[in-house]
């Protein structure tokens, strides 16, 4: 029941200066962050976090442009524990497409672009947020990103007062 999760603040949340709130958002529920770096990552990297499965699920042209759009500069990684957390994360993140992503969401919060909007950029949907899909892509995901050492144990005072 209590579950890790990857969470990456893309290089628009980052350049947004917007790191500080998205945190706050996730500490606000409770949510413990047991993981946490900022990261420039290349080509190689980009591919294997976002795999063929990208292409098949969205075509090779939004795999390629996502790719492009995940190098442009640094990105913050998180993993974080909680009840539920990939459910409970996904939730806070809201829809992929900004214009659909509801208000209180992160992303229905702070962006608003389409997909429509996107293509005519030919860009990636600049949506802030990467989160896990579901049990098996957090497990990979979080191995990707964080070696052992780097995720902690502790106590918070959620752990005391929420859990
Ligand atoms: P999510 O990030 O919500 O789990 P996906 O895994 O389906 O969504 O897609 C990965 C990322 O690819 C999205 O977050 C978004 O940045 C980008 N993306 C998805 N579909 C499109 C599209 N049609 N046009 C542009 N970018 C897209």
Redesign the pocket.
Known sequence: MIEKTLVLIKPDGVQRGLIGRILARFEDVGLKIIGMKMVWIDKEFAKQH?TED?TI??GEK?RN??LDFIVEGPVVALCIEGINAIENVRKMVGS?EPKAALPGTIRGDFSHVS?AY??TKSQ????LI??S?DAKDAAVEVKLWFTAKELHTYKSVHDIHVL
């Open positions: 976002y990208i699920r969205r939004v442009l996502l992929t997909f996107a293509d990636a949907i600049k949506n990467h989160a899909a």
